[in-house]
């Protein structure tokens, strides 16, 4: 099956809001449409939002991508609501947005990409990290919210 990466078209970006909904239930259309404005009038090298768009031209994948500065890997793609909704457990989607991620990462000088996936959609059960959390921060509130996975590019 044949998808198309682009940058999401900023008129369009309401045809994203259910993929993005798959992740984060509670945001509102307004609220998306505020996230997506604030990438317009940046650097479009720096950020973005891409999405994926099967055959038929709907929305498949999304993904918002910033590039940072990290002290342990210098410059770094940082991922955040990514999103791929494969059928049937094929991750052809998946797999396209992490070969796009992989190739624009290398493309622009990144030492590694981190991706950030929320506690519940996250791979790695709760239990195994949130127990390491020190007392210090959870007393005052503070909670395992999400997972940050990291690939070193070579």
């Known amino acids: 099956m044949q998808f198309a990466i682009t940058p999401l078209d900023q008129s369009k970006?309401?045809?994203?809001l259910p993929l993005i909904q798959m992740v984060k239930s509670d945001i509102t259309a307004k609220?998306?449409?505020q996230y997506v404005d604030s990438f317009t009038g940046r650097n479009?090298?720096?950020?973005?939002?891409i999405t994926v768009r099967n055959a038929t031209n709907y929305h498949m994948g999304v993904l918002c991508y910033k590039i940072i500065e990290d002290v342990m890997h210098q410059r770094v793609m940082d991922v955040t609501n990514y999103v791929a909704a494969d059928?049937?457990?094929?991750?052809?989607?998946?797999?396209?947005?992490l070969n796009w991620?992989?190739?624009q990462a290398r493309s622009?000088?990144?030492?590694?990409?981190?991706i950030t996936i929320d506690v519940k959609h996250s791979p790695i059960p709760h239990s195994s990290y949130s127990k390491s959390i020190p007392s210090q921060m959870s007393d005052r509130g503070y909670l395992c919210d999400a997972t940050r996975l990291c690939k070193k590019l070579n």
């Open 13 to 16: 970006s309401q045809q994203v």
């Open 31 to 33: 609220q998306w449409q």
């Open 44 to 49: 479009t090298r720096e950020c973005g939002i």
């Open 87 to 97: 059928i049937l457990g094929r991750n052809d989607i998946s797999g396209t947005l």
């Open 101 to 103: 991620l992989e190739e």
């Open 108 to 114: 622009r000088d990144c030492q590694a990409i981190h």
